[in-house]
């Protein structure tokens, strides 16, 4: 079986560093991204199972990426999950009517990230 890749967009470096140590310790392929400019050039070329999006992120932010990747079709059903340090209060609700799957504030609990993503990719 191939494992599931996951794009992993978040401009934290260290951040960035232990999610993909968790994910990959779970075994899936990660891909990185910083920007949102190469996180739809990265999602266009890699065609990941799933994307693990940071909302502030340089170049735009999460919800451009969002919109970007609705209006590719072979993107289009990509299952996005959302993990932000930004208030949830404004950015929860608007992240899942974009077309979030889930939403983690940050610092978000790896056992609860990791079990939702499965259950994603399991569906």
Not at 4 to 14: A, G, H, M, P
Not at 22 to 45: G, H, I, P, S
Not at 67 to 79: I, W, Y
């Amino acid at each position: 079986m191939d494992k599931k890749s996951i794009l992993l967009v978040e401009d934290d470096q260290d951040f960035s560093r232990l999610v993909a140590m968790a994910l990959r310790a779970n075994n899936y392929k990660v891909v990185l991204a910083q920007d949102a400019v190469t996180a739809v050039t990265k999602a266009q070329k890699e065609e990941p199972d799933l994307i693990l999006l940071d909302i502030g992120i340089p170049g735009g932010d999460g919800f451009l990426v969002m919109n970007r990747l609705q209006l590719t079709p072979s993107l289009s059903k990509v299952p996005v999950v959302v993990i932000s340090a930004r208030d949830p209060a404004v950015n929860k609700d608007r992240a899942l009517m974009t077309g979030a799957r889930a939403y983690f504030q940050k610092p978000a609990d790896n056992d609860e990230l990791l079990t939702k993503i499965s259950e994603i990719l399991e569906t």
